[in-house]
């Protein structure tokens, strides 16, 4: 189990740092009482800003066991700085997974611009985990996509998308897109298993 925080500069329900001290204290305590049972993992999704840099400081970032750089704003830079934007947060040690790669919203909004062939070479490149984003509005990484990345040697993570408990059912439908997307088990990201490589 992995409760991910969500950036204090993307939504207003956001953690502050003291209330990421109290939740990893929180985490430590149960950790300590399940004696290895069971553990808590510590994660938080990071957005990546314009040029490409994650909206918390490294010091704070490599607290967590992992991070999730996903993009939330500026949809419509061109393709060539959308993908660069990408690529450079991908390149940050701190990033574990890429979250939702191309920014679709299913019958909402179209992803944006970007040359995916070169992200998932970078994601390889750096053994950063693609998200198979498992929200019914999203699903993205399309399935369509999966056998290139694999094919580029990438790792899939996939996570609900969760904001509520309710919302944590989602992981479902992203299993069957990387069934859909011929994933196989050993091609996905398990925290035990998986260091950065660049």
């Known amino acids: 189990m992995s409760p991910i925080i969500r950036s204090p500069l993307t939504t207003q329900a956001a953690f502050r740092l003291q209330e990421i001290a109290e939740q990893h204290r929180e985490a430590d305590r149960l950790n300590k009482a399940y004696n290895g049972k069971f553990r808590i993992l510590k994660g938080i999704e990071a957005d990546i800003l314009a040029d490409g840099s994650l909206d918390y400081p490294n010091h704070i970032l490599e607290q967590f066991d992992f991070v999730v750089a996903s993009v939330h704003s500026r949809f419509k830079l061109p393709k060539k700085e959308q993908t660069e934007r990408i690529i450079e947060a991908i390149g940050n040690p701190r990033t574990t997974i890429i979250g939702h790669m191309t920014g679709r919203q299913l019958l909402r909004r179209p992803g944006y611009d970007l040359d995916v062939d070169k992200v998932l070479k970078a994601c390889a490149k750096?053994?950063?985990?693609?998200?198979?984003?498992?929200?019914?509005?999203?699903?993205?990484?399309?399935?369509?996509?999966?056998?290139?990345?694999?094919?580029?040697?990438?790792?899939?993570?996939?996570?609900?998308?969760a904001h509520s408990i309710r919302e944590l059912d989602h992981m479902h439908w992203g299993v069957e897109m990387a069934r859909k997307g011929g994933v196989p088990t050993s091609g996905r990201w398990s925290r035990s298993t998986v260091t950065r490589s660049g």
């Open 126 to 161: 750096h053994g950063v985990a693609v998200e198979i984003n498992a929200h019914p509005w999203r699903l993205d990484l399309d399935w369509r996509w999966h056998q290139k990345a694999l094919g580029q040697g990438c790792i899939f993570s996939i996570n609900p998308d």
